[in-house]
């Protein structure tokens, strides 16, 4: 089916999609993104500017890119990115630093928003506590909400960009490969080298090394 705006029309006013990227590895922050888009301009970026847009897993790496563009550059779009950092990470653990990153990135887009009447919001998977409006869940929400989808891109290629910034700082981890998931190439690399400033210390294949 893909993605539409039935749920943000159900929503009614201003309506913020939030998604983030990033929970599984084992190195780098979780980002959050945040979304919104006046509706009556929405309805032409659906099968316009914005078509193709999707879950961002299920999207290339190219496509991404595109999609991500196109959207920071689309007319009285409103968007945010905002990270937890690995630090923050082992400090409260994912699931509240994932919360953190999206509190955060929904508190800059609802502020540039000026409290819009009405305004809500609109969040992948499960419900997440202390956002700056009303909010509803939409499991799958990345590949069903117009608004949630297009989040999921800008969190993905954020982290992703990162990424690019690890291999650069700390080479032979394979970062720009791997973005920091377990894969066989990145635990080998832990063995080899140790942790990195950047690595979750929280997580089991880290803290098992007891090197830091």
Known sequence: MGVTLE???????????????????????????????PLDAAEGLLDGAWAGMDDSKKLSAAKR?????????TPG??????????R???????????????????????????GAEGASILVDGLPVPGL??????LVKGDGRSLFIAAASVLAKTARDADCMRLEAEYPGYGFAKHKGYPTKEHLDALARL???????????????????
């Not at 630093?97 to 508190?107: F, G, I, K, V």
């Not at 700056?132 to 869940?137: A, F, I, M, R």
């Open 132 to 137: 700056p409006l009303p909010s509803k869940n």
């Open 7 to 37: 749920f943000e029309k159900a929503a009614g006013g201003a309506v913020i999609g939030i998604d983030e990227a990033g929970r599984g590895p084992l190195a780098g922050g979780v980002y959050a993104a945040a979304v919104t888009v």
């Open 77 to 86: 779009c409103v968007w945010a990115v905002a990270f937890a950092t690995p």
């Open 194 to 212: 140790g942790p990195c400033p950047e690595h979750r210390r929280s997580f089991g294949p880290v803290a098992q090394l007891s090197l830091f």
């Open 88 to 114: 923050e990470i082992d400090r409260l653990n994912i699931l509240k630093a994932t919360h953190l990153a999206m509190r955060r990135a929904a508190e800059e887009v609802a502020a540039r928003l000026g």
């Open 65 to 73: 890119e595109a999609l991500a563009e196109t959207v920071k550059t």
